[in-house]
Each structure stands twice: as structure tokens, then as C-alpha cells.
């Protein structure tokens, strides 16, 4: 799992975006930002990279990726 953060603390400008791969099969891109979370199924992981980069694309994000192993 991937989890990247835009290091912003304010609740009403914090954005979370997490890549991972759902054990039933498709891989996931949640989107949490102002305390709602939108998530969407892709079928491979090129396609699931290409919207969470997509995501980050603005402003400096942060890898979170080692808080969850």
C-alpha cells in the first residue's frame, strides 16, 4: 500500500490518496481530503499509479508508505 499526504495538518486542507490492491482483484485509489473519502477500482496498477499521481500532482506531497508495514 502507498499512502501519500500533502503534510498539510488543517483539517480543512489535508488530502490523503492511497494506492493499494484489494484482495478480491482490483486495485484501489482512495482520495480522503476536507474528511470525506472517495475511492475507485481500476483493473491494473498502471492505470490505479496514473490517477494517484495524478492526484499529487500539485504541491509537495508526502510518502507515508512506512507507517503502515
Known amino acids: 500500500m502507498e499512502h501519500r499526504w500533502n503534510g498539510t495538518t ?7 490518496v492511497f494506492l493499494r490492491v484489494n ?8 482520495h480522503r481530503r476536507h474528511g470525506r473519502s472517495v475511492m475507485r477500482e481500476y483493473a491494473t496498477e498502471r492505470e490505479a499509479r496514473r490517477v494517484a499521481d495524478g492526484l499529487c500532482a500539485q504541491g509537495e506531497w508526502r510518502n507515508l508508505e512506512h507507517l503502515h508495514r
Open 10 to 16: 488543517a483539517s480543512y486542507r489535508r488530502q490523503d
Open 23 to 30: 484482495p478480491a482483484g482490483p486495485w484501489e485509489v482512495e
